[in-house]
């Protein structure tokens, strides 16, 4: 057993948390904090030996930054219940820790499905992230949805891809869009001007469909750019009414 915790933020992941969970065999710790699932998520990960601790919702990088202080060894690797650990990725992990690592954190490239198949363009992949880090060395910061981890000091890249579904399907991927865009106008408190309703969505396609070759995924890489340009536009036209403005 490698000397790591695994945490898991989660709510309502009943049907995805136990993969997440199964592709982590080499860590003697995995943690689930739950905000308050009514489908049984809870109860999947204890079977599956997670240690779980139902809790409050604060938001995602509150909630990331009490799941490394709830873990009990120095290194913490974070997933989410729609992530999971490639083989390749599972040994590299193994074989950094065969010696005590001299490093701050880890990353690792995340490899991004969409509708069955997985990304090449778009900015969607290698996608790198670092995920694995010291607890006593690293923080959750960024603004709610988008979290980020920054740890201070070295951090070195591992070989091998951590697998993401982000959407179960279209309709999904549609509630994550409303549910993120409000979370972003409930927590941003700077000015929205109207330059960026009108040519932060455009580039933001332009960005992922020319300039990130999104059009290398087709139909796939037109709808996650027009998605992401559509949420865009909806996160700052929400944050711009919820002050008042017209």
Do not use: C
Not at 10 to 35: H, K, T, W, Y
Not at 36 to 51: E, N, Q
Not at 123 to 146: E, F, K, M, Q, V
Not at 217 to 235: F, I, P, S
Request: proline content about 5%.
């Amino acid at each position: 057993m490698v000397p790591l915790s695994v945490v898991l933020i989660a709510r309502d992941e009943a049907d995805r948390i136990g993969d997440a969970i199964r592709s982590v065999p080499f860590a003697d710790e995995v943690l689930v904090l739950d905000s308050g699932s009514t489908d049984g998520t809870p109860g999947v990960a204890r079977d599956l030996g997670a240690r779980v601790v139902e809790t409050d919702w604060p938001g995602h990088v509150d909630q990331k930054n009490r799941a490394f202080a709830l873990a009990r060894n120095t290194w913490v690797l974070s997933l989410d219940a729609d992530e999971r650990v490639s083989p390749t990725l599972a040994r590299s992990i193994e074989r950094a820790f065969t010696t005590s690592p001299d490093v701050a954190g880890f990353r690792f490239n995340r490899r991004n499905h969409y509708l069955g198949r997985p990304l090449r363009g778009g900015g969607w992949y290698p996608d790198a992230r670092i995920r694995l880090a010291r607890r006593d060395r690293a923080r959750w910061t960024g603004l709610d949805p988008h979290d980020i981890l920054e740890v201070d000091g070295e951090v070195r890249f591992l070989e091998g891809d951590l697998d993401h579904h982000p959407y179960r399907d279209l309709s999904d991927h549609l509630r994550t869009l409303d549910r993120y865009s409000a979370r972003f106008a409930e927590v941003y408190d700077g000015e929205v001007r109207w330059v960026d309703l009108l040519f932060r969505p455009p580039w933001a396609f332009f960005r992922a469909w020319v300039l990130r070759a999104g059009f290398r995924d087709g139909v796939r890489g037109l709808l996650v750019a027009g998605l992401g340009a559509t949420y865009v536009l909806v996160k700052w036209a929400r944050a711009r009414l919820s002050r008042g403005h017209p």
